[in-house]
């Protein structure tokens, strides 16, 4: 096997010049050429001036997608049958020529040959590759090379993003682009590596034939180019395969035909023995490759004829009584089945298994549409419910509260008071349980289809992606055309500007990374290298699908000075159906939502709101303070603030008694979204909003709740109304509790010194003037406040009082009529001589005890008889 063939080159027309009426070469027009590509043969030297060529530079041709022409380098439909008429070699139809152009490009590739020059030709820039195939023109025998350009018709997508232009001899490239002969790409098929693979020497044991487990060999089936020829499945058993296997391997008189096998970006020989298995009158191929100490093993059953070729003539050469070992594949085989392995019977039971779980899954998934819609459009009109009553009636901040909580806890000697949760005002919460559902259904169709599709593993690899820092910014580019765009597509949340918008952008990629949620795939075959990752957004498009951030590497910073800063970029937003149709990732492996989150959700619950014990605690000096950052706010509202610590305590009491008097819940902490991206954090802090009385402003201070010790951690001072309203949408609620608040924007806050006159201006003394007067008319109203309940009280004590002595007099009238009555009676039954006289008496007795009964009915009489 040490001869390779010398390929031969191609033809050159001779045509008479009709100047000089010489006879000159002409190329014959080669594949790929375009319509105004010169005629630049020597002949013409004599007329045409000489370009003027600069090299600018040269490096080698890294893909996007795996070392092969396919998805790199575009090859039109004309050239595939242009150049099979003008090359020497013989190919059997087009198809068969374009895969011998896509693996030996695959080859040049792995043996680092294909380079991209970059060219100045008279003031213009070309940028273009080379490929030897190894193919020549059939006149001159001379050697074509197959010149790529940058495919500018579609730059829409990563693929192709290169074409097949023209194909040029030496000489020509020489001439054209000032490339010489010795920086063109070598022949593959005559490297040493290459040469030295074909010269080994075979050696077949029987040991070989009885030691491989056949049952686990690879068998590369039929594919559909062999429309001709009928399919068969084979069945037989172990042992009279190898008995098989045993009579053609003792045949040495055919030659082991070497193929081509490429992988990896790297690609070895291999030999196929041709087996004729007698009993079921077919041929086979058995494919081996040497292993380590020149041992060989077995690689793979070949049942394709076709395969075996294009692969055999990747080697180079051209030999007949290679190809004639051929001539008896006159059928297709799909499958060998061995009777005697039993994992045949597991099959065809998994495989009924599966055609019935496939319509069971067709079924589920048009249930699982229907679901969606519904309830889509349930959840729709219950927040536009709960949007009309929230505007007529404002936030029932009531409902926040645990009802089974209506008592006073004490928790570590500290009064809870009742529960305060948020987790239930966030958006979509009210479909919980359809969420629930809907994960078990995407779980059970995604396992499905893995199945299906994956026997064992899947197509990509999955991990964890973050950055260091954490969050988008100084990592992941987002272009403000982005942003202006998708900023009136989204239906939740709203965004008021691009800024408002790149804000969540840059922190929901903060939280997904600190709580190990966003994901970053490898072995994405239509990513550019391979690479792709996926941040949910938490966003929902005007259908209320979730929106995921597709992000890519950036390659124009990867090859810039700096790129480490923005490697990567924001390209889109996707569905996970349009994520799972592009990029073949499953439901189930994209990341989850971060608002969902066990420990986020548990951070939206408080024991208790802030009480003034919480004040005492605060340590003024150790307070962040965040300053206002916007440049459009009024003057009038930017003010400086300079204040005790003493007094701003305080106006923080006061802030504390207001919140948790209220009555319409308008007044409760509100939760913001805090984040450290250094240092991977993220947290959930409250806001309480303070008036600063004597200069009639408003700062937010932020506390922590610590839920072991219950208590809250004062941790940071918000001079800006917007900063807290930004952080605030994080939390992903359904309404925004910031709207009750009036706007503020502070310039300067400062603590000064207790002491009186320590470094006082006459700003600080009026305004320590106006704080004294106004903690007085403060006091002063509350002590009439209760002056005046205090005297109402009274008055009421003094009324019930007076209605309680005349029911008593009442009572005593009548119980002395009641007694006058009752003596009557009895000196009426004393008297004899008027017993004759008793019938009419005892009438006007009864008359008068009915009208008595009626003017009191509330006293009862009962004469004795």
Request: proline share 3%; hydrophobic share 30%.
């Amino acid at each position: 096997y040490s001869h390779i063939a010398d390929v031969n080159p191609s033809v050159i027309d001779i045509t008479e010049c009709k100047d000089c009426g010489s006879d000159i070469t002409e190329e014959t027009e080669g594949i790929g050429y375009n319509d105004d590509t010169p005629n630049n043969n020597t002949h013409n030297n004599h007329v045409t001036k000489p370009k003027q060529i600069t090299r600018i530079s040269k490096k080698e041709f890294i893909t996007t997608f795996p070392a092969r022409a396919h998805l790199n380098i575009f090859t039109p439909k004309e050239a595939t049958p242009k150049l099979r008429a003008d090359v020497e070699e013989h190919f059997d139809n087009d198809f068969v020529l374009y895969y011998y152009m896509d693996m030996t490009t695959a080859l040049q590739m792995n043996d680092h040959q294909v380079n991209i020059f970059n060219i100045n030709i008279d003031d213009e820039m070309e940028e273009l590759g080379i490929v030897n195939y190894d193919l020549h023109i059939k006149s001159t025998k001379k050697l074509i090379y197959g010149i790529f350009k940058p495919n500018d018709e579609d730059k829409k997508t990563d693929k192709w993003k290169w074409k097949l232009s023209e194909f040029k001899t030496d000489d020509q490239i020489v001439q054209e682009y000032g490339i010489e002969n010795s920086e063109l790409p070598k022949s593959s098929r005559k490297t040493q590596k290459f040469i030295q693979a074909l010269k080994s020497n075979i050696v077949i044991q029987e040991s070989l034939i009885d030691d491989t487990k056949w049952f686990e060999i690879m068998q590369i089936k039929s594919l559909k180019r062999n429309v001709k020829m009928p399919k068969i499945t084979v069945e037989l058993s172990k042992d009279m395969f190898i008995k098989e296997l045993k009579r053609s391997f003792s045949n040495v008189g055919q030659p082991l035909i070497p193929i081509v096998v490429n992988k990896n970006r790297t690609h070895w020989i291999e030999w196929i023995k041709i087996i004729y298995i007698q009993s079921q009158d077919i041929y086979i191929g058995i494919s081996m490759k040497m292993v380590n100490n020149n041992a060989l093993e077995v690689t793979s059953i070949c049942l394709d004829r076709g395969d075996i070729l294009n692969k055999h003539r990747l080697v180079g050469l051209d030999k007949s009584a290679y190809i004639k070992q051929l001539d008896g594949f006159k059928t297709s085989l799909t499958e060998i089945k061995f009777t005697d392995n039993e994992q045949n019977d597991l099959e065809k039971k998994i495989h009924t298994l599966k055609g019935q779980i496939k319509s069971q899954q067709d079924a589920i998934i048009r249930h699982k549409d229907v679901i969606k819609t519904v309830k889509r459009e349930n959840a729709a009109m219950k927040t536009q419910i709960a949007y009309n009553n929230h505007s007529q009636h404002g936030y029932n901040h009531g409902q926040m509260y645990n009802n089974n909580d209506a008592q006073p806890a004490q928790q570590n000697g500290v009064s809870t008071g009742p529960e305060i949760r948020y987790n239930d005002q966030l958006y979509d919460t009210e479909s919980k349980q359809d969420d629930e559902m809907e994960d078990e259904l995407a779980q059970l169709i995604d396992g499905v289809i893995r199945d299906n599709k994956f026997s064992s593993n899947l197509p990509y690899k999955v991990n964890i992606f973050r950055t260091n820092p954490i969050g988008a910014k100084k990592n992941i580019y987002i272009e403000k055309q982005f942003t202006r765009f998708w900023k009136n597509r989204i239906h939740f949340p709203k965004f008021s500007d691009d800024a408002n918008m790149y804000y969540w952008l840059d922190y929901t990629a903060a939280i997904q990374m600190s709580q190990g949620y966003s994901k970053q795939y490898t072995n994405i075959a239509t990513a550019p290298g391979n690479f792709l990752a996926v941040i949910n957004y938490e966003m929902r498009d005007t259908n209320n699908n979730i929106l995921y951030g597709i992000i890519l590497i950036d390659e124009a910073k990867a090859k810039s000075d700096e790129p480490k800063k923005y490697p990567y970029k924001l390209c889109a937003l996707m569905t996970e159906k349009e994520i799972q149709s592009k990029y073949g990732i499953y439901p189930g492996d994209l990341p989850k939502r971060s608002r969902k989150h066990p420990d986020f959700l548990k951070q939206l619950v408080i024991q208790r709101s802030i009480m003034k014990q919480d004040i005492n605690q605060i340590n003024w000096s150790n307070l962040k303070l965040f300053k206002s950052q916007s440049t459009t706010k009024n003057d009038a509202l930017k003010k400086s603030v300079s204040i005790t610590q003493s007094v701003m305590k305080e106006y923080v009491k006061v802030a504390v008694d207001r919140m948790n008097t209220s009555t319409n819940g308008s007044n409760k902490p509100i939760p913001i979204m805090v984040i450290d991206k250094h240092n991977n954090y993220y947290g959930i802090e409250w806001i309480l909003t303070v008036n600063i009385i004597h200069r009639n402003v408003d700062v937010g201070i932020s506390f922590k709740y610590d839920r072991n010790r219950n208590v809250f951690i004062a941790k940071a001072i918000y001079l800006d109304k917007s900063e807290i309203e930004s952080k605030h949408k994080l939390i992903g609620l359904k309404y925004n509790y910031c709207q009750n608040i009036p706007d503020f924007s502070l310039k300067k806050f400062k603590f000064k010194s207790n002491k009186p006159g320590v470094g006082l201006t006459d700003e600080d003394d009026e305004a320590a003037s106006d704080i004294s007067i106004d903690l007085q008319n403060e006091v002063r109203r509350l002590q009439q406040m209760v002056d005046q309940e205090q005297r109402r009280s009274i008055q009421l004590n003094q009324q019930l009082m007076n209605e309680r002595q005349q029911q008593q007099q009442q009572l005593l009238v009548l119980q002395q009529q009641n007694q006058q009555y009752l003596n009557n009676y009895n000196n009426m039954y004393a008297v004899n001589h008027q017993q004759q006289q008793w019938p009419q008496q005892q009438q006007q007795h009864q008359q008068q005890y009915l009208n008595n009964s009626n003017t009191h009915p509330h006293q009862q009489y009962f004469p004795n008889i």
